[in-house]
């Protein structure tokens, strides 16, 4: 049982290129989103999803874009690659946004820019 | 005003002892969830424990516990019988119910986190 696979590990890029991070899930979890980690600032979310066909901006949603054309795949593009992205990334699952529904994580990309 | 607040950036226990991370939430909800994870050095983010707010019962996952008080909003994560592999930095997080809007929708709140490293 795969949960939530998220790739690459770990990248490097310079400014101003782009690149996707790659979430898929495999519980047919309608819920999936993205989070960006900083030191001292926990988890931020980025963008969500509730369904194929529907997303829409978390809390820091400059610089990042998604879709969402399966219940499965939930990608993170990057338009515009600035130093202030260097984070590490984590895609999460649940089955619902029912506020009793565990989320289930990927092992995290992390990201640097330079 | 923060959602979740996690007061103690360092935690340190040795080996067998108990400990607990400290945790207070704030919402205006009545149905919200309260999650415990933990994050070692290799980084990934593993689920440990959860508490429903009309849970009246306290969680427990074997050596993880939930101390809830509910009217001081604190869900505090006591770790009994401490091993080495528990050190790692530990998070609590929130989801709150309710008909909810934009980017508050399903969304998880989380703390700052606090590093926990046992000695032997």
């Known amino acids: 049982n795969a949960g939530v696979t998220q790739t690459p590990k770990f990248q490097v890029l310079k400014t101003g290129q782009s690149m996707t991070l790659q979430c898929a899930q495999d519980?047919?979890?309608?819920?999936m989103s993205w989070y960006r980690q900083d030191p001292g600032m926990g988890l931020r979310l980025i963008h969500y999803s509730v369904g194929a066909g529907i997303t829409d901006q978390g809390e820091v949603p400059n610089g990042y874009n998604v879709s969402r054309s399966t219940t499965e795949d939930f990608p993170l593009r990057l338009l515009s690659a600035a130093p202030s992205q260097t984070s590490v990334y984590f895609c999460a699952s649940s089955y619902s946004t029912d506020p009793n529904t565990e989320a289930f994580f990927g092992q995290g990309t992390r990201l640097t820019v330079v | 005003a923060q959602k979740i607040t996690q007061t103690q950036p360092g935690m340190f226990v040795q080996e067998k002892e108990a400990v607990t991370l400290d945790c207070t939430y704030d919402?205006?909800?009545?149905?919200?969830?309260l999650f415990w994870y933990k994050q070692p050095s290799s980084g990934e983010m593993i689920f440990l424990i959860y508490?429903?707010?009309?849970?009246?019962q306290n969680a427990t996952e074997g050596r993880y516990s939930l101390n809830f008080q509910k009217a001081r909003k604190s869900a505090n994560l006591v770790i009994s019988a401490s091993q080495l592999g528990d050190s790692a930095m530990y998070f609590c997080a929130m989801r709150e119910g309710g008909s909810k809007r934009g980017s508050t929708l399903g969304r998880l709140y989380f703390g700052r986190g606090t590093q926990l490293t046992v000695w032997p």
């Open positions: 508490q429903g707010s009309y849970d009246e």
């Open positions: 519980m047919n979890h309608e819920y």
């Open positions: 919402t205006s909800d009545q149905s919200y969830g």
